[in-house]
């Protein structure tokens, strides 16, 4: 097997007053399932490694965590190496329900933005609250940045960190570096 | 003459002299002008032409009303036509020039335009241009579009880039005056996220300039520290430069920000489109003076009286050195008393009131030595290019003059109308106010939330307060009320500040000046001043039965420019009402709508331009295909390659040598845009069933069918192959464009219909790379790469099989699109180019070779494959196909299968599919219809069929085409004949559509 490679092999971005780069690959396992259900709450707890998140949150530490991406889905992560095993796993604790786990970590870009002015760039490019007060770190939001579908949430002040389809990755690179432009700055946060 | 008074305007600073041009000639401002106040420093009165009569005009106003002085603006890259001067900054080295004339501003043709004026009634165009018919697109047309229009088209690409900003706030304020100010501190006290817009770039509104005395020191002061005190709060944001665009359902408001128009080329983007959700807002917008109708209104020298004082105050210009003012109410003394006091000549005030007594200001005027002249007004103006002098008469009588004044400008005011825009945009209802005469928001029907609670408010002059005490308690209320809307506290200790009260006399409603006016005067009136329309324009109309006042705007163009009608909606509508003797509020207004004033189309796009107008999707072996020859073409938001040209060959060579090199050694197609869609779930068989037209619940695992999917209508949208993983999941292909719109399908019948089935979707499109290995040489390739069994016997026709080949993981399907033994292989994404390049090596000397999508479709056309939007177009069902085979007839029910039982759809005089052979080896032109005998009722040959792929095969050495062709299959054998569009007729025989391998023996082996 070959080394996987990210779509943008991991450029980077420091132009404008926002350092734009392409991470990953970051595993990722889609999970769809009755979340009343603790046999699915709880694989999904082991299999990830984190918490179950609640509605429009995520639970991240280094590499693994788990957002909640709507009331019956939501995505693991993990290292890309662990995927599968991971998959299976979960898979296996969960196949005597009615759930659906699938890998996605190819199906998508994942970018990190850091400024601090990281809340503006996001604000251009997504209907999202971002004052300071009403978009915390621990929050997750899977919204659109401009005219493509998005996920992103703020594993730490000045960071963002966003995932979006992997044949956009060029465009979301391209409008995060536009976005963060010097002398675009807006001041409002 | 206009020119610069030594006495500076507070918002000049002399000490930064800035040069620019107006038609080439170099002029000289300061710092803070406007392009207006800078071009009266200089004497340029006449500023533009009109748009019908081309009548000389200039400036009228001096904020976002002006309907007169519109400029082309800037150069090249910057060039932008119909520039308000009055919202135009200054900066050094500023370009501009008039527009709507020729050959020059001072000289134009097109002026005798107003001598025909006569022959220019309003309905003009539709009364002349109907006949005779002919006329219209070889004489009138021609002649409007020349005449039509005001500025030029830009030519060149804008250099200047634009973004959006979504916001979110407790309460957005519009409008920086005192009301604005005032309600965003009482608003920002509390404790409410507020946002504050100014459009102009300066705070405080005409406030400043009307003067006042606020909680005991001036007005300015108040501002000064309101300002201050807003500065100091986090919650509170400023904006200057920015104007509220508009308001929509929700709370949603548009902001728009210029940022650059002052200092253009600076870094940064030129325009912000503010996109903002806010729970409550308040429009703290103002209110704009009125001009009053008497002959003579619109030569540049006549200007509202508040425009005037603005000019002298704010920027110490003066508009003529003898200015005759001439209104109905208290406030344009104001602008006499302010001009008097910089020196200059008021040789009359006109005051169309007879007043008891003489009170505040009229007092104060008189106290001056102003002679003031009760119950007169203007019977006409005199001059041409500018004011030479007024014609007095009695307001009460019809026009005779008892005296001429000479003067070079005339201050006029009708009166103020609160600007209810912003209010009225999303559904606020109006009142009219016969004290003030003129319309104001109805608070009790505000426009409402889904809650059904008002969320907007208006405050200050928005709301019909004019005096300085009413203003500042109206604002102050205005955001207590919102607080109280967003169950917040406003603390005891905020109170309104108090102003001081002026004595003043009631203004009375003028709407004619004189108010017998004869039908000569009224012909000279302007009320609309852009688009050229008069008191006499509007009393046709009403003459003539548009009675409605949507009809007579429409009639007249009134209200119809640029400026939308903000300095002649209420004189005009007055004046409708007077015409039909009806009152004002009963004729009412027309709709408002957004934006308030124009906004650029660059801040709509924001940063959807050149790279970034667009998302373009990218497969995992895009870069290899650009640096491999690839000629792109767009799938939906893909670019899949076309073909893939070598040194100097044409694609359409590329084409042929990529379709023999398939059929005869091995061709290589990236297919990762096929969408996949995991359906899993114990129902999710049953659900399949629903959604194809076919059987999917009876496939066995390992195996692949293809499908069909219909709409509920029966039409064909979208195919594929589906296959089974295991016992409840299945993996369905569907076509590149198809993949979200499938999803989303299948979702929404979950969602909506069979909500308590059991089954998940998953669109997992782009978590492969699939690469079709296809040709004679498949299999050999493949085996050299090492792996898992990939022979008939362990891998037949449509059959599928996880495994791993040259050390990838892998999945193989063993289906074919091409006729040929041909497999297509998912690895992940994140290896897909490891793969192709694996495959190219192993493959060389077995001619590998990829292909693009020009290949693909001759390949599947010799075998009569369909195409979803080739053979389909949202009109065709799999019967016209002949896909009846796949049609289940064992299910109850599938989406289509009802309607597809419909008379219609079983009409056997419906179009089929047929293959078409051309008598001569030609290729058909794509989308030619066949002709049959006779004409329809349009006197048209009948069409008995078309062209819905055609293409020239080199494999059979001739043009080969698929069309639906009416009793089609009864036809074989016949000869059709095709009219295409080069004047040529092509005949071709109708025959089966699979030209090549017609028993499949060559992708069965």
Known sequence: MSDPVTALKGAK?????????????????????????????????????????????????GDQGMAWMSPDEVLIMCPYAEVHDRLENLQTALAKHHALAVNVSDARAVFRVRSPKVREVVAKLAPVDMDEAAFTIGMFRRTRFAQVPAAFWMPEADVIQVVCFRSVAQYMFDILNNAAKTGSEVGHF | MSTRLATPGRLIDTSQPMSFSFNGKKLRGYRGDTLASALLANDQMLMGRSFKYHRPRGVVASGA????????????????????????????????????????????????????????????????????????????????????????????????????????????????????????????????????????????????????VVDGASVDNFVDETLKALQSMDNVQLRLRTMGAGVYDHGYALGYERLTDHAPGSAGPRHRLWRIRAAQIITATGAIERPLSFAGNDIPGVMLASAVRDYVVNYGVSVGDRTVVVTNNDNAYLTAIALKNSGLSVPVILDARVLPDDRGLVAQAKALGIRVMMGHGVSSVKGGKRVTGVAICSQAGEGAVLEEIACDAVAMSGGWSPVVHLWSHCGGKLRWDTTHACFSPDVDNPPKGADGMGFVTPAGAASGMFALDDVLHDAHAAAEGVITCLDMKLPKEVTSPVAERREESPMAPVWMMPHGASAKLRAKSWLDYQNDVKVSDVRLAAQ???????????????????????????????TLAGALDQDIPSVGTTTFRPPYHPISLGAIGGEARAE??????????????????????????????????????????????????TREKLGLLDASTLGKIIVKGPDAGKFLDMMYTNMMSTLKPGKCRYGLMCSENGFLIDDGVVARIDEDTWLCHTTTGGAER????????????????????????????????????????????????????????????????????????????SGELSYEIAVDASHGQAFWDALMAVGADLGAMPYGTECLHILRAEKGFIMIGDETDGTVIPQDLGLNWAISKKKDDFIGKRAQERSHMTDPNRWKLVGLETLDGSTLPDGAYAVGEGTNENGQRNMIGRVTSTYHSPTLGRGIAMGLVHNGPDRMGEVLSFPGTDGKTYEAKIVDPVFYDKEGEKQNV
């Open chain 1, 13 to 61: 971005g420091t132009a404008g007053f926002a350092t734009v780069t392409e991470i990953g690959p970051v595993g990722m396992i889609t999970l769809r399932g009755d979340f009343a259900n603790k046999a699915v709450v709880k694989a999904a707890v082991a299999a990830s490694g984190m918490t179950f998140p609640e509605q429009r949150r995520c639970a991240t530490q």
């Open chain 2, 65 to 212: 009303e002006e309907p007169n002085a519109l400029v082309n603006l800037g150069r090249e890259g910057r060039f932008e036509p119909n520039q308000r001067v009055t919202t135009t900054e200054l900066f050094d080295g500023l370009e501009a020039t008039s527009q709507n004339h020729w050959p020059s501003l001072e000289f134009d043709v097109g002026a005798i335009n107003a001598r025909l004026s006569r022959f220019l009634p309003a309905g003009f165009y539709y009364k002349m241009f109907m006949y005779p018919r002919s006329f219209w697109k070889h004489v009138y047309e021609p002649i409007i579009r020349h005449s039509a229009g005001l500025g030029k088209a830009p030519k060149e690409r804008d250099v200047d880039t634009y973004e959006h900003f979504h916001a979110f706030c407790d309460v957005l304020v519009v409008g920086g005056g005192v009301a604005g100010l005032q309600a965003a501190l009482t608003a920002g006290k509390a404790g409410a996220r507020v946002i504050l817009l100014e459009q102009t770039d300066h705070w405080g509104g005409r406030a400043p300039v009307d003067g006042g």
């Open chain 2, 544 to 574: 003539e039965g548009f009675v409605s006042v949507e009809h007579a705007k429409r009639y007249t163009t009134l209200g119809m420019a640029t400026d939308q009608g903000k300095l002649s909606n209420i004189n005009g509508l007055a």
């Open chain 2, 612 to 661: 970034i107008f667009q998302p373009l999707r990218r497969t995992p072996l895009h870069d290899w295909h650009e640096a491999n020859g690839a000629v792109f073409e767009p799938v939906g938001q893909w670019r899949r390659p076309y073909a893939f040209t070598r040194g100097s060959e044409s694609t359409h060579d590329a084409v042929m040598r990529e379709v023999t090199n």
């Open chain 2, 742 to 817: 499938i999803h989303a399908h299948m979702e929404e019948w979950l969602q909506t219909e069979w909500w308590d089935w059991q089954v998940y979707v998953a669109n997992v499109t782009e978590q492969y790379a699939q690469i079709a290995v296809v040709g004679p040489n498949a299999r050999q390739a493949l085996e050299r790469l090492g792996g898992m069994d990939v022979s008939k016997e362990a891998l037949g026709f449509m059959d599928w099989a996880d495994g791993t080949l040259g050390g990838f993981n892998c999945r193989v399907y063993r289906i074919s699109f």
